[in-house]
């Protein structure tokens, strides 16, 4: 089996920060890689898919990068609307996630 | 407008069963694969199952033997039958269609909490 792990598990940081996320996977996913956002009480919300692309409707200051076992997601201004959880998948082999990394308010 | 509604979840004793439905709109579940993903209480998001456009069906280990995936096309709805139940299965569940050239996420219902205790 496949294992995602995220890095931060919780990030703090203020509103404009340049926040950058880590996902790496236990064996090559190649771009096979989605990252989604959940906030408390609601259902996860896809961002990225194949590793780069952007999800219609998602904003632009959204972006990951990667390939093989590394990954990033980057919010490159935050905003208020971004505090939330953030998961990156494989779906290279079946489904896996990496455990989640919350974005808190500083 | 693509739509997922799940129902069926509620208190369960240990042992016990339970069937989890997914109703969905703006496509047909026939056409995409399907899947069931579940969030412990304060937990991760855990992959369940799978069922893909011909009929194939997935499961992670910790439920196999015990939950079966299934769709009825007729009523264009999902469902999770699931058995033998264990405190460890607590948690909200997910339905989720899968997008048709890659096999990741691109819709989700609200979900359905599923508590087994005694």
């Known amino acids: 089996d496949i294992q995602m792990t995220q890095s931060p598990s919780t990030l703090s940081a203020s509103v404009g920060d340049r926040v950058t996320i880590t996902c790496r996977a236990s064996q090559s996913v190649s771009s096979w890689l989605a990252w989604y956002q959940q906030k408390p009480g609601k259902a996860p919300k896809l961002l990225i898919y194949?590793?780069?692309s952007l999800e219609s409707g998602v904003p632009s200051r959204f972006s990951g990068s990667g390939s093989g076992t590394e990954f990033t997601l980057t919010i490159s201004s935050l905003q208020p609307d971004d505090f939330a959880t953030y998961y990156c998948?494989?779906?290279?082999?079946?489904?896996?996630f990496g455990q989640g990394t919350k974005v808190e308010i500083k | 407008e693509v739509q997922l509604v799940e129902s069926g979840g509620g208190l369960v004793q240990p042992g016990g069963s339970l069937r989890l439905s997914c109703a969905a709109s703006?496509?047909?579940?026939?056409?995409?694969?399907m899947s069931w993903v579940r969030q412990a209480p304060g937990r991760g998001l855990e992959w369940v199952s799978v069922?893909?456009?011909?009929?194939?069906?997935y499961y992670a280990d910790s439920v196999k033997g015990r939950f079966t995936i299934s769709r009825d096309n007729s009523k264009n709805t999902l469902y999770l039958q699931m058995n033998s139940l264990r405190a460890v299965d607590t948690a909200v569940y997910y339905c989720?269609?899968?997008?048709?050239?890659?096999?990741?996420?691109?819709?989700w219902g609200q979900g359905t909490l599923v508590t087994v205790s005694s």
């Open positions: 069922i893909y456009s011909g009929g194939s069906t």
């Open positions: 989720a269609r899968g997008e048709k050239r890659e096999p990741y996420f691109d819709y």
């Open positions: 703006g496509f047909t579940v026939s056409s995409n694969y």
């Open positions: 998948q494989q779906y290279n082999s079946l489904w896996t």
């Open positions: 194949k590793a780069s």
